[in-house]
């Protein structure tokens, strides 16, 4: 048998290589894969931003009041568990409200944490090449952000434990809306702990309500002063607001 021959017979089949299996990607519905992004990531945030930058506003200026007495801020308390009567019943809009905002809590905190993570691990090997200046701003901001959110979080939770669960008022009545604001903030260390987290949620949202326009996209240089005056008017109304309520209280002007 000649070499040619031999080298014919040893010779593989095909000299194609064979395909290798590649793993498919599962495929998402359209809002999840685009949540997945981080572009989606910071739409949510946003959305889910002005959802809460609204309630915060309706609470603020619904329990402006308080001023107006007892029977008025109760008789408005007991309006919220009435909302949507009679096609609903009762409570049942407000429990509806209730999930939305805590929906839009939860993505928020998602967002935030997912893109903080992200970041972090994106701006690593560029750290090298980023100014002292730039770099005290960015993480001011983002500390700012980041503690912040963990003071409203525990607040939250503390807020609701007093005057909605109730076991955190010693003096608490359920459906007296009045009698249990007035005398939970009579308690010095209440006032403080309300006047901290309402500081930390003005940082919050004035670096938030900035921080919405450019993930919406809305970010031309020429409305940045414009940007800059609604966030901060906007926190500003927000804690001056809220923090009057305990002020109030201990000065003897409102209960």
Sequence with gaps: MSTVA????????????????????RKYPWP?????TSVGKKYAMAISGIVLLGFVLLHMVGNLKMYLGAETFDHYAEFLREIGEPLLPRTVLLWIIRLVLIGAFVIHFHCAYALTMQNRRARKPADNYQSPRDYIAASFASRTMRWGGMIILLFLIWHLADLTWGFANPDFVRGNAYENVTSSLQRVPVT???VVANIALGFHISHGAWSIFQSLG?????YNSARRWFARSF??????GNISFPIAIQLGIVG
């Design 6 to 25: 031999k080298a014919k017979e040893i010779s593989p089949k095909s000299s194609k290589p064979e395909p290798i299996n590649n793993v498919t990607e």
């Design 32 to 36: 999840i894969a685009f949540y997945r």
């Design 235 to 240: 926190a500003a109304v927000i804690v001056i």
């Design 192 to 194: 403080i702990l309300y």
């Design 218 to 222: 809305i970010n031309n240089p020429r």
